[in-house]
């Protein structure tokens, strides 16, 4: 037992200097501790959901076209057996 324990290989990390995880950059968001926490009105934050409704909206259609056909094509398939 104690042969295992000698041989077990010590996983070394190393930074490749990559910024995919470091946060550091963030700086001027209304959380961060960088700047004061900003107040946005309600008009901007109703500006912002419609524009974000808006980008979501013809996946939702064309998500929903392919509900309803696989649903009509089943229904048929099974009211005609």
Known sequence: MSDKKKNKKKTIYVDDGRTIVDMS?????????NSSPVKYSFREKLRTYFASVK???LPMLVTLGIIAAAFGILYLLLSLA
């Not at 950059?25 to 501790?33: Q, R």
């Open 55 to 57: 980008l979501m909206l």
């Open 25 to 33: 950059a963030t700086y001027g968001t209304p959380y961060s501790n």
